[in-house]
């Protein structure tokens, strides 16, 4: 069975077998269930067994600590080879060869479905994208008046308790999405921020899209204070924040020229914040005036 789902107007098909496990954990991916047309960034296929890859040659180990996923890529007979854990220490979950376009991909799931099928369709939509103006960006996303405002930062620095504070402290807030909303600069350098099926442990998953009204990075402090940050600060603000491989050229070039046309054209922030409702009204008060 093939379903084809699309995120910020990118299409991608999903091959599993009828009736496979596999399918009750796409449920979250239903918002974005569309017709099948062709023309997808990627195909992502599960397969039962894997073929023999020993002579596989790391590349590299990605982590961005104890408590975060564990992803290892292989160059094997000029395809890559990702092999992820949920946990720096845990064992393999799932494995995933693709082309070297990441394209098209096979996986074989040896552990929670949930997170394998999760980690290969955000991996490759991320990776698939680097050329299309798009980004996967780690971040909390609020809408207000028709524009969404996206909330940066470190793991635990309060991304999602921050989209919380404008919605119960602000009227006409709603969340968009919670962990990974996509970016997409369109042909006319308008910026907007679109839903996904990745929003973390937060079940918001809308196909919903708005303009861009600011960007936000957040650090705990002891006092509320905001600032605008210049083209160079808002660059690297974003550019920790997004998915990507940086080491491959081809997809760096795609997603440096992408954050270039974000930060040219969308007001990014710097919010020092105490989790209260003045952050809120602070941070609202200085990026939508």
Not at 47 to 57: F, G, V
Not at 204 to 231: E, F, M, T, W
Request: charged share 20%; hydrophobic share 40%.
């Amino acid at each position: 069975m093939k379903k084809v789902y699309q995120v910020a107007g990118h299409k991608f098909a999903v091959v599993m077998p009828d009736g496979d496990r596999a399918w009750a954990e796409m449920e979250k991916y239903e918002p974005f269930l569309t017709s099948d047309t062709g023309n997808y960034i990627f195909t992502a296929e599960l397969i039962n067994e894997m073929p023999d890859t020993s002579s596989k040659q790391l590349v590299v180990v990605g982590n961005q600590g104890k408590d975060m996923a564990r992803s290892e890529l292989y160059d094997w007979e000029g395809k890559w080879l990702l092999e992820i854990a949920p946990l720096l220490d845990a064992p393999v979950r799932v494995m995933m060869i693709a082309d070297k376009g990441f394209t098209t991909a096979q996986f074989r799931v040896l552990g929670s479905w949930s997170f394998s099928v999760n980690s290969v369709l955000m991996l490759l939509y991320a990776f698939s994208t680097a050329h299309k103006d798009t980004l996967l960006i780690h971040a909390s996303v609020t809408m207000n008046n028709g524009r969404g405002y996206l909330f940066l930062g470190k793991s635990g620095t309060g991304k999602s308790t921050h989209s919380q504070l404008w919605i119960d402290n602000i009227e006409g807030c709603e969340l968009l999405n919670d962990d990974n909303p996509a970016l997409r600069v369109l042909d006319d350098g308008e910026v907007r921020v679109y839903g996904s099926p990745w929003s973390g442990k937060t079940h918001c998953y809308r196909n919903i899209d708005v303009p861009v009204g600011a960007i936000v990075d957040l650090h705990q402090a002891k006092k509320n204070v905001i600032r605008r940050l210049s083209i160079a600060e808002a660059y690297a603000s974003i550019f920790v924040s997004f998915s990507g491989y940086r080491f491959m050229k081809d997809m760096a070039n795609g997603l440096h020229a992408t954050n270039e046309k974000i930060v040219m054209t969308v007001p990014c922030f710097s919010l020092d914040c105490l989790p209260n409702a003045e952050a809120a009204w602070v941070c609202y008060q200085a990026v939508t005036h």
